[in-house]
């Protein structure tokens, strides 16, 4: 994680905590305990929930970024070994480092003719996420080709359409996403986006 990243995230930390002393005092200010309890209660419940949320996503980070480091400390000693790559890209991607996502990607799909398929889907998605929009498309639907039910690959596509304005063609991949597994997660997730989408389009009729 950057430190700009860093210092967002316990900045938000801070004013969080901030707030629920602020709900505190005024709690125990009030003349009528009774009335500062239950007009603070809830607020000073909801901050306390707010801060344990942001503690364990702290956390969860903390251990991502000790992993990744021994999977670095891997490949140094392997070099060759490509079959690290992925996993360090994806790892790069849950601590923020998406620069250096793109780079661990594309080291791997460089090096190799026919890449892991979660692999190629996570690199050209970042790249049309990144601006490389064409080329995003492009991998994506060698991916889709390498393995026509990867649902996370026909989603990317689906989401890609869409932000090119094409809902008509964004409807198409979502439903050969949900056709897939519809009771697969993907399968849900994509259930829901195109209710969203085809109300979309009848608004546009």
């Not at 970024?65 to 070099?79: F, G, K, M, Y």
Request: glycine share 6%.
């Amino acid at each position: 994680m950057s430190i700009g990243r860093t210092a967002l995230v316990l900045g938000s930390i801070a004013l969080v905590v901030a707030l629920g002393s602020f709900a505190i005092r005024r709690a125990i200010i009030a003349k009528d305990e009774r009335y500062g309890r239950e007009t603070f209660g809830a607020q000073i419940s909801e901050q306390l929930e707010q801060i344990r949320q942001s503690t364990l996503q702290q956390q969860h980070l903390q251990s991502r970024r000790a992993v990744l480091e021994q999977i670095r400390d891997s490949l140094a000693r392997n070099p060759k070994d490509s079959s690290l790559l992925p996993l360090i890209g994806s790892l790069q991607i849950e601590v923020g480092d998406t620069l250096a996502a793109l780079a661990t990607y594309r080291r791997y799909i460089d090096s190799l003719g026919s890449p892991n398929v979660v692999a190629l889907t996570d690199y050209a998605f970042l790249l049309y996420a990144t601006g490389e929009r064409t080329r995003g498309m492009r991998l994506t639907e060698r991916a889709i080709r390498q393995a026509p039910s990867y649902q996370i690959a026909l989603y990317n596509m689906a989401v890609m359409e869409f932000d090119r304005g094409r809902i008509a063609q964004a409807i198409a991949w979502m439903e050969r996403c949900r056709a897939v597994d519809s009771n697969s997660a993907m399968g849900r997730l994509a259930q829901r986006a195109l209710e969203q989408l085809r109300q979309m389009e009848r608004d546009s009729l």
